[in-house]
């Protein structure tokens, strides 16, 4: 058979195409030469399958969606409290390149504008690196989130270094704070050489791809950064990556995401995929228009918008019942499907209203495919407290989702299987 994915792809291309509005980045001259008509979108799942169409194996610079993985390797590199003591997590409301700090602190509100990730440039790595030094840092930690190693395109970035008169003046005002403590010039060549790493649409969705699976790049298996880092990015991308764009975005699309002024775009969606777009015309915000187009076709075909309610807990019981009778009867609670801190709350209620006179009690989780850290404690409180009532538990456990209930007593038994818990009954 032939995967639907694919020509769903160029469907959705082909729908956007027609659309000529917009312009290449004016600012950076060597930009403003891209080929217009390119057009290319990757869908790369959290284990590794990659779906493309389009130019998807055209490079272009990477700029400003470099944001999200140099602020990852600074957390990773510096610690929370560091990194947070020079870079704030505060959407602007404000266009990539303004000048906006915080009053009095001089701090940039957050890590996506120009100002913060000028800032969080300086902050890859240990404080004693010279700029070489951080600069492989970057290209090592970024190759890592691609998975293959990225070249540095030296035209474009003279390009930009030759005009940079806006980038150099928020580093000069962020070593006039302290923010910064090296020599802006210095920090803008080395944030510039990192907006001017070469990438594909297949690598940027891959690299967010790498996002959305908490660190673990899918195809080489590379924890890059630890998994504490990225709920982190992931909130800042989705509260601040679409600049003055960001409530627009939030609503309409929903996904986590970051823009760039070559024409990339790439999104996030936490545990099931990363996407990237490419098309160089944008908007007045910098966001490819094509890209942005794509995005709210595949948020609204797809149903990916985070925000869109999962379906109910109360599809955690699968069933009640009653198997066998008299001094043999076991009430059993069969459950299903993923166990959140919702579903666990059902579990809970289903126990709670068991009859006092019914003296043995099975929970099957034979059907459950996870158990988060929240509802793993409250059905083992669940197990400990009908044998605390004088009830015999069986937790019919096959692949060991709940860890060990032993209350001690004898009166939890683990099995794999119910006709088991059934026959180690027999007297
Ligand atoms: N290198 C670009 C700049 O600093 C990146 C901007 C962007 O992609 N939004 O101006």
């Known amino acids: ?7 769903y792809l160029i469907e959705v291309l082909e729908g956007v195409a027609s659309n000529r509005s917009g ?16 057009l290319g979108a990757v869908f790369a799942t959290v284990d590794g399958e990659i779906y493309g169409a389009g130019d998807i194996d055209a490079e272009f610079t990477i700029q400003s969606i470099s944001k999200p993985f140099t602020y990852a390797l600074a957390l990773a590199d510096r610690g929370f409290d560091a ?10 409301g404000e266009a990539f390149n303004e000048i906006s700090l915080e009053s009095g602190s001089g701090r940039p509100l957050n890590p996506m504008i120009n100002a913060g990730a000028i800032t969080t440039h300086s902050l890859i790595g240990s404080a004693e690196l010279d700029s070489a030094e951080r600069l492989e840092r970057v290209v090592a930690g970024l190759s890592a989130f691609a998975g293959r190693r990225l070249a540095i395109d030296e035209s474009v970035c003279t390009s930009e270094l030759e005009n940079a008169y806006r980038n150099l003046a928020i580093a000069h005002m962020l070593r006039s704070h302290d923010i ?3 020599d802006p010039t210095t920090v803008v060549a080395g944030y510039t050489r990192q907006c001017s790493l070469l990438v594909t649409a297949r690598d940027l969705a891959l690299m967010a791809a790498t996002l959305a699976n908490r660190g673990v790049n899918p195809v080489s298996g590379e924890q890059v950064v ?4 990225i709920r982190q990015v992931l909130s800042v991308m989705a509260t601040c990556g679409m600049y003055d764009a960001a409530g627009d975005w939030a609503t309409q699309v929903g996904i986590p995401a970051k823009s760039g002024v070559a024409g990339g775009l790439i999104g996030a969606l936490p545990g099931q995929i990363g996407i990237a777009t490419f098309s160089p015309r944008l908007d007045p915000h910098g966001t490819s228009v094509r890209g942005v187009s794509l995005f709210e076709r595949f948020s609204a075909d797809m149903g990916l918008h985070v925000m869109e309610v999962p379906a109910a807990a109360r599809a955690v019981m699968r069933s009640n019942h009653v198997v066998g009778t008299g001094a043999d ?14 579903g666990a709350e059902r579990v809970v209620r289903e126990a709670v209203d068991i009859e006092s006179a019914e003296a043995r009690v099975a929970l099957d989780l034979t059907m459950v495919y996870s158990v988060d850290d929240v509802a793993r404690r409250m059905l083992l409180e669940v197990v400990r407290r009908l044998a605390l009532d004088g009830r015999s538990v069986y937790v019919v456990d096959p692949e060991s989702m709940l860890g060990d209930p032993d209350t001690g007593d004898g009166r939890v038994i683990v099995v794999s299987d119910l006709a088991d818990a059934r026959a180690a009954d027999q007297p």
């Open 180 to 182: 910064l403590t090296e």
């Open 23 to 38: 312009a290449p980045a004016g600012y950076i001259p060597e930009l403003a030469a891209a080929d217009p008509e390119q």
């Open 329 to 342: 009867a076991v009430r059993v609670l069969r459950l299903q499907g993923g166990l959140r801190f919702a």
């Open 83 to 92: 990194v947070l003591a020079k870079v704030g997590v505060e959407p602007s």
């Open 1 to 7: 058979m032939r995967s639907p994915i694919p020509d």
């Open 226 to 229: 630890p998994e504490s880092v």
